[in-house]
């Protein structure tokens, strides 16, 4: 197990690094540089900006300063936010969209999972499809279909304008975190409830399934101890990439409710060629993907038993 | 049965009561409005506090509610006296002398002294600051040098004999240089507190001030506060307490100010679709700003190195159709100087003369349009700056019988191009870093980075020093009337299209809100009616 999880790291590791060298070459070819601006500057300010944020210095040596930065994500200063290390900028933007992303992350399990395994569990019972399982498609279906700018929308005109309960905008406490929750959540909770359901009927026609009903076991007991596991294998599959995506950020649900979290800073980071902080959150955008991408393979093996990690090959059935 | 209905109707009246409960909870958890505090929208989170270094309107609309320099730029345009209570021009211009006022206080009690002014403007010079708006400052006596690196900060041309008078030499005389005091960039530092501090003293509880309001919260990417500066010597903030939001959609900012939790809101924050809606409101106000939108011409490529062509492109646009289709209330001019500017003139510059364009066209080869080459028009990726160019392609095509190809391209790609390989016409603006013409004219010199149209006039070059060093402002004003006339008529270099102005609101409680022409927003200006808050 520890040398699987060595072995896991040191890849991890070099994927980070390589995307950090990667990204530090992509941004030199894109045209306009962070001092590229509508007062043309003269060359002397200009080599005095660049000299201080190191870019006078040859490309293999900012390159190098970068890798050295990878561990620590120190990348020294934003260019835009001339003051702010990156650092400061990540512990900054980070912990909002890691609090947004858990928060959506968890309702789109429990909604997802919830209306997945219920629907399921009806149409199996019936043995066709009920008015309420038919019913619970159709907004899936549009979870999925609907654009979060459209759900934010909507749910503020609720939940702003015609009942208003909540705040429609900013990231002052836990009030304001309801509305961006629900919205970042809504397209995942559709898509986990539909991989979760078809999963599920899927495991209820399993031979081991008619085994455990044959032992008398009652529906519901089928149902939790023998079924569910097996189909949560399938979501679980998603959920390391989709976690990664939500703890992230999101650019439109930031910017609509005006959450100062990661998504919103990235893009408008890429617009200003804020190479540095661009390299930060690229740096912790691919840490983040690669631990949820583990965290995954590891649950594998709790949610499964035929799985083992650490044995040759890494894992095996 | 009966017993299973009645208990199903009620477990509904239960979850009925709980979601009521639940909303009602929600409701009075959620306070929609504090008292005693001037709200608004900045946007962004400001770049940069150190005013050595910002330089965006968004970081200079807070530093303006917080610091006040030697001068102001004041109602008609007049710079008047702040920090500087007094100040003579020696040396036929070359010498400035300013007396301090004795009350002028930063935030912490200490005076605010010439040392201070000394420092700032010694520190902004310096090359390891990296200030991008230092070349503003080369007016001042060995500048240049200092910030090449050739000359210590200490030779600057400024001093301070005593706390209460500075002594700013400059290389040349300028007629520019009291209008550069206006400008955030050379508002007093204090040595003390950046030394201290290091980069970490522009934060909350460190950035000393010496303006109507003090900094007191900053949550980076969120919020802003200002509490009242006990020390100011100007007239006291009437709202004691502003908060400055950073919410980057203008759609949820109008969301907010619809439900009472902004006070004010300016064009930043207020969608151009939803003008129409609130320019009846009495609080509605259009502010004109020193802010110029102009088609630039790359002179050095066929068909444009032809000065009939370009005249032509210019008499061919009908300029009042911008404020109709941009929404605002955009001052169409063919001038460039900018209203409401010193040796701003409306006269100059080819207005719209469709018959003119024509016979222009025909004389230049192309009559009727026949035979004209195909050219491209391009812009940055923006609504208003495709509508504009439709807007000019459309004309173009009606009014000359030519075919104008429009592109975009994003912002610092849009940039690099201009930089390295304009187009044959490109869209560009400018706004006054500093309220004087030099601010304006100056961008078309053969020297000058922001030419990019490549457009050479050593008659213009020339007028442009003589313009900066004139003292005497009749002679002056004629100055610039004749470049202004070389620039957009003898040669047609650019095309002027409109003055850009700022569309603001203000909820009825919110009083005394008024947008400055340099686009600043002085909230310390606001008071806040209670009892019509709703």
Known sequence: MSAYLARRALSGAIVILAVAAVTFGLLRLVPGGPFTSEKDLPPQVLENLNARYGLDDPLPVQLGRVLIGVPTLDFGNSMKFRERSVREVLAQVGPVSLHLGLQAFAIALVLGLG????????????????????????????????PSFVVGGILIYLFAFQWPVLPPARWEGPLHTILPSLTLAAAPAAYIARLSRSSLLDTLSEPFVRTARAKGLTELAVVVRHAIPGALYTVITVLGPLLAALVTGSFIVELIFGIPGMGRFFVTSVTDRDYTVILGITVLYTAVIVGANLIVDLLYALVDPRVRVGEQGGESA | MPQQTDHAGASRARLRALLALTLLLLAACHDRRERGIV???????????????????????????????????????????????????????????????????????????????????????????????????????????INEGKLPVESLGVSAPDARTLVAELEAPSAFFLSLTTFEITFPLRRDVVEKHGAAWTEPGKLISNGPYVLTRWDHES?????????????????????LLMIPEKT????????????????HSLDPLDIPQYENDPRFERVPQLRGYYYGINVSRPPFDDVRVRRAFAHAIDRSIFPKILRGSEWPTSSWIPKGMFAFNEDIGLKFDPDKARALLAEAGYPGGKGFPTVTAMFNTAEHHALIAQALQAQWRENLGVEVSIANMEWKVFLDKLQNDPPQMFRMGWGADYPDPDNFMNLFTSYSGNNKGRWKNARYDALVEQAARELDPQKRRDMYDELQRILLEDDAAIIPLFNVTENTIAQPWAE??????????PLYRVRLIEEKMP
């Not at chain 1, 209306?115 to 279906?141: I, K, N, P």
């Not at chain 2, 006022?101 to 930063?106: F, I, L, M």
């Not at chain 2, 919020?223 to 908060?243: I, K, L, Q, S």
């Open chain 2, 223 to 243: 919020v802003m506060e200002f509490g009242a500066n006990p020390h100011y010597f100007g007239p006291a903030a009437p709202t004691p307490r502003a908060r």
């Open chain 1, 115 to 146: 209306v997945g395994f219920v629907s399921a569990w009806r149409r199996a019972e019936r043995g066709r499809a009920g008015t309420g399982d038919q019913a619970l498609q159709a907004l899936v279906t549009v979870g999925i279909a609907l």
């Open chain 2, 39 to 145: 709200i608004a929208n900045l946007s962004t989170e400001p770049p940069n506090l150190d005013w050595s270094r910002a330089t965006d309107h968004v970081s200079f609309n807070v530093i303006s509610n917080l610091m006040v320099g030697l001068t102001e730029f004041g109602e008609g345009g007049a710079i008047t006296p702040m920090v500087a209570e007094s100040w003579r021009i020696e040396d036929e211009g070359r010498r400035y002398v300013f007396t301090l006022r004795e009350d002028a206080r930063w935030s912490d009690g200490r005076p605010v002294t010439a040392a201070d002014f000394v420092y700032s403007w010694q520190r902004i010079l310096d090359p390891a600051t990296g200030s991008e708006y230092a070349y503003l400052m080369y007016v001042l006596r060995n500048a240049r040098a």
């Open chain 2, 252 to 267: 949820t900012a109008m969301t907010l100010y619809d439900r009472g939790e902004l006070d004010v809101m300016d064009n």
């Open chain 2, 512 to 521: 005394g809100f008024h947008l400055s022409a340099m686009a600043r927003l």
